[in-house]
């Protein structure tokens, strides 16, 4: 079956720009996660949503960073006013309701300029 | 709260040779215990998994991880390695219980397959 998808998969901004990245999870899965992978920070939790609950925020670096989710299925990761400093790939994950295992999309590359 | 820690950054080996890339955890509750593998300039894959039953997981391309309680580790095994087992591995933990679902993962293990 379809895995995760992300889109899109390289994202060049400036400074200063808005930039938003898109994740669409697999069919079924009520848990939706954000994860960051940069080289001076390995992989860094960012937010965790399940179903209709209020979403676990607590990994956002700032408040340039936020997050929804619409219709339980598709999310969007939104940087405002992007820094240097937010140039990583930005990793999606889902899975089924539980402690089931994680299965991740390739990634968003996002390069601040 | 939880902590991973893999403490080879690198681990260069010889095809067909064995190698063990060694995880740690910490954690005041009980974890899930995971394996992933990053192929270059691609996203992470679930290698394999210990949610319960048998200490001992295997994957489907001769990995196997052993849950250690009692030392808190959760070492990944070959026996024989191939070059295109050359990537990056993590080992990534998450709460049995709780509200917190999210991965833990240490730094990770490049494990450099050499001819």
């Known amino acids: 079956g379809a895995g995760v998808s992300q889109s899109p998969s390289n994202k060049v901004t400036e400074k200063g720009k808005d930039v938003e990245l898109r994740c669409d999870p697999i069919?079924?899965?009520?848990?939706l996660y954000w994860y960051r992978q940069s080289l001076g920070q390995g992989l860094e939790f960012l937010i965790y949503?399940?179903?209709?609950?209020?979403?676990?925020k607590s990994g956002l670096p700032s408040d340039r960073f936020s997050a929804e989710r619409t219709g339980g299925s598709v999310s969007t990761l939104t940087i405002q006013r992007t820094q240097q400093e937010d140039s990583a790939v930005y990793l999606c994950?889902?899975?089924?309701?539980?402690?089931?295992?994680?299965?991740f999309g390739p990634g968003t590359r996002l390069t601040v300029t | 709260a939880q902590s991973v820690t893999q403490l080879d950054s690198q681990v260069p080996v010889f095809e067909e040779a064995p190698v063990e890339l060694r995880c740690n955890y910490s954690?005041?509750?009980?974890?899930?215990l995971f394996w992933y593998v990053q192929y270059p300039n691609q996203g992470l894959q679930l290698l394999l998994k210990y949610l319960s039953g048998s200490t001992l997981v295997e994957s489907i391309n001769g990995f196997e991880a052993e849950f250690n309680k009692s030392q808190t580790s959760f070492h990944l095994r070959k026996p024989s390695v191939h070059i295109s087992d050359t990537a990056e591995y993590f080992c990534a933990v998450t709460p049995f219980r709780g509200s917190a679902r999210q991965l833990t993962f240490g730094s990770g293990t490049q494990l450099t397959v050499l001819p």
């Open positions: 069919s079924g899965h009520t848990a």
């Open positions: 954690s005041s509750v009980s974890v899930y």
């Open positions: 994950a889902s899975s089924q309701p539980g402690q089931g295992p994680q299965y």
């Open positions: 949503f399940q179903g209709n609950s209020a979403p676990d």
